[in-house]
């Protein structure tokens, strides 16, 4: 069964940094993309971040580009987001989720982000 575990969320002034974890178990293909939703309150869930393991290509949401840096380490099966310069809009439940080449999705649970003004 594929899981995913994410950590790191917080709360965080303005300004401040914090890096999202996700471990991901339950699979042994290292043909994979994963990446980094989020949800604010009273709003949609969008794509922030995500990286392709085939080449490395990564993808970022513009209203993150220039702050956030997605990377992986395949050793220990772990994506991260490094989240610098955070802005209050950044305040979402942030959510991992990993897609497979059959089009198989897996969602972890949220880690709470909250930046303060």
């Known amino acids: 069964e594929v899981q995913l575990q994410a950590s790191g969320g917080g709360l965080v002034q303005a300004g401040g940094s914090l890096r999202l974890s996700c471990t991901a178990s339950g699979f042994t293909t290292d043909d994979y993309a994963i990446g980094w939703f989020r949800q604010a309150p009273g709003k949609e869930r969008e794509g922030v971040s995500c990286?392709?393991?085939?080449?490395?290509?990564?993808y970022y949401a513009d209203s993150v580009k220039g702050r956030f840096t997605i990377s992986s380490d395949n050793a220990k099966n772990t994506m991260y987001l490094q989240m610098n310069s955070l802005k209050p809009d950044d305040t979402a439940v942030y959510y991992c989720k990993t897609r497979f080449p059959n089009g198989m999705e897996y969602w972890g649970k949220g880690t709470l982000v909250t930046v303060s003004s």
């Open positions: 990286i392709e393991s085939s080449d490395d290509s990564t």
